[in-house]
């Protein structure tokens, strides 16, 4: 879905990213429990906020529901790459990635011809859930 940067709050992505859910489990896909349906709108909340607020241009927002991962990833029109920073209690503000990777199986960022996108991979099982980055063909994981 691709929302129009003043003309939407971050709580229709929210909503939006439930709706998919909901709709993916009531038609056969993976039971999901409540820990992974936050942590989706969470998720989503922080990207999308981030895209709103250092972005440029539309906000595409896309949901991947797979066997063992829940992929969000969110498009904006700005070039310049987001970065974690390193943990600061003192800090006010800014730490969306931080919290995006710890309920994340990993994050990766991708330059793309006109913006980036960001994807975050959540695990469907606990187990799963290491906060790994990982390294893919033309795809850079965010820095720790």
Do not use: C, W
């Amino acid at each position: 879905m691709t929302f129009e940067r003043h003309a939407f709050r971050v709580a229709d992505a929210r909503s939006s990213a439930l709706r998919f859910l909901d709709e993916a489990q009531n038609g056969g896909g993976p039971t999901l429990t409540a820990q992974v349906v936050e942590a989706a709108q969470l998720v989503v909340s922080e990207l999308v906020t981030n895209a709103v607020k250092y972005g440029s241009g539309p906000i595409g927002l896309s949901l991947v529901l797979a066997e063992d991962t829940l992929s969000v990833t969110v498009r904006d029109g700005e070039t310049t790459l987001p970065r974690r920073r390193s943990a600061d209690p003192r800090r006010v503000g800014q730490h969306g990635l931080e919290i995006v990777a710890a309920l994340s199986q990993d994050v990766v960022v991708q330059q793309e011809a006109a913006g980036k996108r960001v994807t975050a991979r959540i695990p469907l099982e606990e187990s799963l859930r290491a906060g790994r980055q990982t390294d893919r063909p033309g795809e850079r994981p965010v820095p720790r």
